[in-house]
Each structure stands twice: as structure tokens, then as C-alpha cells.
């Protein structure tokens, strides 16, 4: 009995001597071969990194006029570890507890914010203040753009708002207000998925690592959650350009999380600047021409079941064909980019949403497609020269006049040629000019000048009837093609559409791909005819027509437009320049080159050797006032351009034009000078391009050719007018 006790004593003495060496074995090798590793793992426990945001960049107007700048803007913050360490000290220990003196303490900071003239909620407070994405050692804003005399008033209560600071921080601001608008674009905060988007734009492949792996970029721009982000415009086409380097401070904690001392701190550095080659002054008064001519437009009356003329919205832009530069471009309706700056409220976002308004924050230059109508005649004009269309069969060379009857029966039609005009027209076997007009003597060049859509229907009906091979039956839209219409210019803008330029292929392919949203795949000379006057499917944007009108001054350069001159890094190293930026050359024959510009010129004026023959379509808009032009000194300052209305289904017409200048020729007897300015009008439901779109190009270009753009006035400066305005009125009354 007892030899098996002793025996059971020894195995458990074995056991626990064996215990033990394990034990100190552990010990050793943790203290002694693993003392390193260890060491820095707690110092990585105890170590936090705080990011401070940097200042955006400024975007400046092609004279350095700054359009987009940085402000401070006054916040209240919370530091949620402050207010615990204070609630602790206080003996307030309780979660529960806590969370009541918290919510009355938001209580009572709603009420201050309120009387202060920010209306603000209690449950706004809550949700800022238990962001998730900041860190409890951060101060999380609550509320922006506060009074200022809260600073005192919260500052003199520590005990009633513990851990509350009144701070300032760096926002966008926009000193001409809504100008350029849509060119400048807005800031807003980082969705999810733009946060996935950039998560690795910050980083660098880690040289050590043969998988791969990727390290933070010392020069890299990171992302978080709340941080503020281009969302349209030049803020997000240079997003990476404009955003700064975030700062870092790192700072020492001990087991508990509580602070302990600052480790080191790195400043942020501001973005780079963005200098664009749009004028300012020119800008606002494209603006505010734009918004006269479409409530020009408005006060028409139509006629008969005619559709009304709404005129709701509308764009214009201006650029210089001899390098494809953007001078101005303007968009109606617009937006505040201010609004943005510290969120929308809900009536604003209804507002923007409203039908009724139209789409305040699309860019209608870039972003929207609508058919080129007789703007578009040029392009098939070239096109029938390129492929010896002009002389075909039924086809009068250029310069051979004819007699235009107001409409053109198509040869191919099923109708026949024995069928009667009636029965040809309800055959839909006829293409009429524009209220049937009548036209005599018309050749290439008057067929412009008077915007003859019989001539063009002949050409269109020739390209796809004929047997030729050397006439390709998409001939008209593969010139086209070659000026940009149908296809994205690549300018320095994000949101740009690529339009559509139909055939015959593309019809059949968009039918079979989806038979029940195009039903029908045949193409017939009819397409081909609504095509040659800018009709049909024709889709492009209203920058890609002045972008090809600025081919046709400078004699057939096809420039990517630029809107944006240079980057300005803010360290002061070597600005990145923005040259023209060439796509291709388009080779415009010589034999009706001349033809083309006299056309285009004789749009505007009437030459004084030819009074007998009836004016151009937009011979009002430039030679008389008193029918709303302008008296425009034509002959020193030629503009060659030409008028569109575009038909839109259920709606009153499009209107627009399109001109360049200073331009001449000597057959019209008028100085001959290198086009500076090329401009496209496109006012919406606004009848004929002749009657609204016309006189808006011809006073902008008057203003121009006589240098009387005014200075733009910043936003201060139109707030000072209208409040010295408002006392001087409310003087007048009381007297």
C-alpha cells in the first residue's frame, strides 16, 4: 500500500517537474530569442495615427483670376475621449449615465446652434457624433459654418460642454457664385465605392515582397471615410491633381487608450492649381446671354396647334479654332457649387430632382445630344465633292445653278414615278423644304445661304442609290466622321456622350440586338436623306459642332478641345502644360472650299453688289435691330455660320446656330482675317435657330469684335450692389 502511494507521488513529482521546465522553457524563449519581435509589436499597440486634411488646389480663369479657392469655415467638434476622461473625472462612470449627459448636452448645443440662426436638430447632432469613421481620439464635426460668437460662448461653459470646441476648417468656396458652374463642378463627401475606387491609388508595390504586397505611398493621397471628393466638373476631372497631401500625427497610448505624448507630426500639403483657358468676363456674359435669349424665346407666340414655346433650357459655347482652346462655355439652367460645400439640405436635393427644373447639373454642351439640323449640310456638301457625287446622273455640280420646287421626290421610293405628288407625299415618298419654300438659282454656295434642304435630300438619295462603287453609301457620314460629329472630342471634362452618326449597319445591328426597342433594321434612301440634312438619328453634342465648324475656319485641323491650360504644382517644381491637342487633318477640297465660306457668310449679310437677291437666314440677327439684331459692322468683322431648327417630336423646335470670325472673303468684298472665335447656339424648344439662336451669337460676337465684355463681378461685389440697391430703394420709399 504504501510502495503504490510513493509510486503515485513520484509520477506526479515527474509530472510537475515536467510542467515547470516547459514552462521556463516558454519563458526563456519568449524573453530571449523573441525580445525583439515583441518590442515591436507592443509598440505598434500603442501607437496612433491621426490624419490631418489638406487644402484642395485653387482652379484660376486663363488671366489667373482665382474661380475656386479655399475658406475657413467655422465648426463646432466634439472630442469624444475628452469628454469621457471629463465625465470620468467627474465620477460619471455609468454608460448609461453618460449617454444622458450627452444627449442633454446636444440638447442644450442644438438649442445655442438654433438661436444663433442654424436651425438644427437634436437627432443631426447624434448621428455627426457617432460617426464611425473617426477615431474616439479625433474631434468629430457636428455642425459647419456656425456664428462665430459661439467661440466665446462655448469657451466660457467647460463644465456645461465638456470636450466641445468652436474650430475652423478649410472649405470650398467659389467667388464668382454659380459662374462657370458647370465648368468648375463641386465637392461632396467620399461614397462607399468611390472609397473602393481609390483605395489603391494611394499605394506602392512593397519592393521586398515578391507577392506583391502593397505598402503606403509617402507622396500618396489617401482616402477615408467623410473626406471630401471631385463630383463633377473640373473637381473630378482633376481630382488627383487638386487633392493635397493629408498630414499625419502620430501620438503614444498606453493599455488603456488614453494619451500619453505625440510621437511626431507631418504637415498636409496643398494641391496643385488648375489654371483653365476660359475668360471670366467672356463666361459671364455668355451666361447672361444665354438666360436673356431663352426668355426671349419664351415670349413667342406659335402659331395655329403649333407647340409652345418653352425655352426651358439651353447652352452655348466659345472656342478659338486655331488651337481647339474652350473660351467659354455655358449651360442653363445651372447651380451654386456652394451649395454643396457642406451638404445639401433635403428641399435643396428636391429641387435639383424637381422634373420641372429641368436638370440643373447636366452640362448640356457635352453631356446632352440633340439632332445637327441644317448645321450638318456643310459636312454632306464635302462629302459630295470627296466621292464625285456633285455631276452624278440626277446631281447639278456645285457651282451649276437649279431650280429648287420646295420639295424633293424620292427616285427610289415605292411609289413610283407614275404615281401623283399626293400620293407620292402620303407615301412618305416626299421631302419638303421648311414651309414649302421655293427657291430659284440655287447652287452649293446659295443652297447654304438659304438653307435649301432639297438640295440636300438629292445628294443624300444619291449616296444610296448609286451604283458607283467609288460612292460608298455611308459616304456622308464618314466625312462627318472625320470632323468629330458621332464620337467623343476628349475634353478635359468628365460625363461627356459620344452621340450617334446612324447607317445602314448600325440599324440592322441595334435591331437584331434588340428588336423590340428598334423594330425595324432596313435602311432606305429616305434615312439617307434625313441624314444629309442632320435629321433622322443624327446625335451629337453641341461642343462637337463648333469643335467641326473650327475645322472648317482654320481649314480642317481637328482639335481634342482643351478647357484647361496647365497644372501648377504647389511645391513651385515645373507647371504640366496642356498644348493643342490635335486628333487629325481633314483634308477639305479645294474646289469648293471657297464655295463653302462664301456660303456660310452670305448666312449673315448681304453683300451690297447683290441687293436684288433675297438676304441669308440670319441676315436679320446681324443688320437689324429693330427686329431684334443687331447692327453689326460685318464687313470689318465677317462671321461666316449657319442657322439649324431641329425638329423634335411633340415639342416645339430646336433652334441653333453656329459661326465663326472674324472670317471674309473677297468675293463678298470684305476684309479676309484668321477666325479667333468659333460659337454654337442650342436654345431647347426655342422655334427657329434663325429667330433666337442667331441674334445671341450675333450680340456676343458684336461685343466682342467692339471689346465691350465687361469685368465679372465676384459674388461680394453683386451681394454689395444689391444691398446698396435694397437701402437706396427703401431711402426712395420713405420719402
Not at 199 to 228: C, L, M, Q, V
Not at 616 to 625: D, I, L, Q, V
Amino acid at each position: 500500500m504504501e510502495d503504490s502511494a510513493r509510486l503515485r507521488l513520484r509520477i506526479l513529482g515527474v509530472i510537475a517537474v515536467s510542467l515547470f521546465v516547459a514552462l521556463f522553457g516558454r519563458l526563456w524563449y519568449l524573453q530571449a530569442l523573441q525580445t525583439e519581435q515583441l518590442q515591436e509589436v507592443a509598440t505598434q499597440n500603442i501607437t496612433r495615427t491621426i490624419r490631418t486634411q489638406a487644402p484642395r488646389g485653387r482652379v484660376l480663369d486663363v488671366k489667373g483670376r482665382v474661380l475656386v479657392d479655399n475658406r475657413l469655415s467655422t465648426i463646432v467638434t466634439v472630442n469624444r475621449e475628452e469628454l469621457r476622461t471629463a465625465l470620468v473625472d467627474r465620477g460619471v462612470r455609468d454608460s448609461s449615465e453618460q449617454q444622458a449627459f450627452r444627449n442633454e448636452m446636444f440638447t442644450e448645443l442644438a438649442r445655442e446652434l438654433s438661436n444663433s440662426g442654424q436651425l438644427t436638430k437634436l437627432a443631426d447632432l447624434l448621428r455627426s457624433y457617432e460617426d464611425p469613421s473617426f477615431t474616439r481620439f479625433e474631434s468629430v464635426p457636428v455642425a459647419r459654418d456656425v456664428d462665430e460668437d459661439l467661440l466665446v460662448f462655448i469657451g466660457e461653459r467647460p463644465s456645461v460642454f465638456p470636450g466641445v470646441q468652436v474650430t475652423q476648417e478649410v472649405v470650398r468656396s467659389y467667388p464668382y457664385g454659380d459662374r462657370a458652374a458647370h465648368i468648375l463642378g463641386y465637392v461632396g463627401s467620399i461614397t462607399g465605392n468611390e472609397l473602393r475606387e481609390k483605395a489603391d491609388t494611394w499605394t506602392i508595390p512593397d519592393p521586398d515582397d515578391p507577392e506583391g504586397a502593397r505598402i503606403p505611398d509617402p507622396n500618396g493621397k489617401p482616402y477615408r471615410s467623410n473626406d471630401e471628393i471631385g463630383k463633377l466638373g473640373v473637381e473630378l476631372f482633376f481630382e488627383d491633381d487638386l487633392r493635397g497631401v493629408p498630414g499625419t500625427r502620430v501620438i503614444e497610448v498606453d493599455n488603456f487608450s488614453n494619451f500619453v505624448r505625440n510621437v511626431s507630426t507631418v504637415s498636409p500639403r496643398r494641391g496643385s492649381d488648375v489654371v483653365l483657358t476660359i475668360d471670366i468676363d467672356l463666361q459671364s456674359r455668355l451666361e447672361d446671354e444665354l438666360r436673356r435669349s431663352l426668355d426671349i424665346a419664351r415670349e413667342q407666340v406659335p402659331e395655329g396647334d403649333d407647340p409652345p414655346y418653352n425655352a426651358p433650357a439651353g447652352t452655348s459655347v466659345i472656342m478659338n479654332p486655331q488651337d481647339g482652346s474652350v473660351l467659354a462655355m455655358a449651360s442653363y439652367p445651372t447651380f451654386k457649387p456652394s451649395d454643396f460645400t457642406e451638404g445639401l439640405s433635403f428641399a435643396q436635393k428636391e429641387a435639383l430632382d424637381d422634373p420641372l427644373a429641368h436638370q440643373p447639373l447636366l452640362n448640356r454642351a457635352i453631356a446632352e445630344i440633340y439632332p445637327a439640323a441644317s448645321t450638318f449640310k456643310p459636312f454632306t456638301a464635302i462629302a459630295a465633292e470627296v466621292f464625285e457625287v456633285f455631276g452624278w446622273e440626277f446631281v447639278e455640280d456645285f457651282d451649276v445653278p437649279t431650280s429648287d420646287p420646295g420639295y424633293w421626290r424620292l427616285r427610289s421610293c415605292a411609289a413610283g414615278d407614275s404615281a401623283d405628288l399626293e400620293t407620292a407625299r402620303e407615301l412618305g415618298c416626299v421631302r419638303r423644304n421648311a414651309g414649302d419654300a421655293t427657291m430659284e438659282g440655287v447652287d452649293l454656295r446659295h443652297s447654304l445661304t438659304f438653307s435649301s434642304d432639297t438640295y440636300y435630300y438629292k445628294l443624300g438619295e444619291a449616296f444610296w442609290i448609286a451604283p458607283n462603287e467609288e460612292i460608298p453609301d455611308d459616304g456622308i457620314q464618314q466625312i462627318a466622321s472625320e470632323f468629330g460629329l458621332g464620337s467623343s472630342t476628349g475634353i478635359q471634362l468628365p460625363g461627356e456622350k459620344a452621340g450617334l452618326m446612324p447607317t445602314a449597319a448600325l440599324k440592322q445591328e441595334r435591331h437584331l440586338a434588340n428588336p423590340e426597342a428598334f423594330p425595324f433594321g432596313d435602311w432606305y434612301s429616305g434615312d439617307n436623306a434625313f441624314v444629309a440634312i442632320g435629321q433622322g438619328d443624327v446625335a451629337i453634342t453641341p461642343l462637337q459642332l463648333v469643335n467641326a465648324y473650327s475645322a472648317l475656319a482654320n481649314g480642317g485641323t481637328v482639335f481634342s478641345p482643351n478647357i484647361a491650360r496647365r497644372v501648377e504644382p504647389a511645391d513651385g517644381s515645373d507647371s504640366i502644360e496642356f498644348g493643342a491637342r490635335v486628333l487629325r487633318e481633314v483634308e477639305i477640297p479645294e474646289t469648293i472650299k471657297g464655295e463653302i465660306l462664301d456660303g456660310l457668310l452670305g448666312v449673315t449679310f448681304q453683300p451690297k453688289v447683290q441687293l436684288d437677291r433675297p438676304s441669308g437666314t440670319a441676315y436679320n440677327a446681324f443688320n437689324r435691330p429693330e427686329q431684334g439684331g443687331v447692327a453689326f459692322d460685318l464687313y470689318n468683322w465677317p462671321v461666316a455660320g449657319k442657322t439649324g431648327t431641329a425638329e423634335v417630336t411633340g415639342k416645339a423646335d430646336n433652334a441653333l446656330f453656329v459661326g465663326f470670325g472674324p472670317s471674309g472673303s473677297d468675293t463678298w468684298g470684305t476684309a479676309v482675317l484668321e477666325p479667333e472665335y468659333a460659337m454654337v447656339v442650342l436654345l431647347e424648344e426655342s422655334g427657329f435657330g434663325s429667330g433666337t439662336a442667331a441674334p445671341m451669337v450675333a450680340r456676343v460676337f458684336d461685343a466682342i469684335a467692339n471689346e465691350e465684355i465687361d469685368r465679372a463681378l465676384t459674388q461680394d461685389e453683386v451681394d454689395e450692389f444689391y444691398a446698396v440697391q435694397s437701402i437706396n430703394d427703401l431711402a426712395g420709399a420713405d420719402q
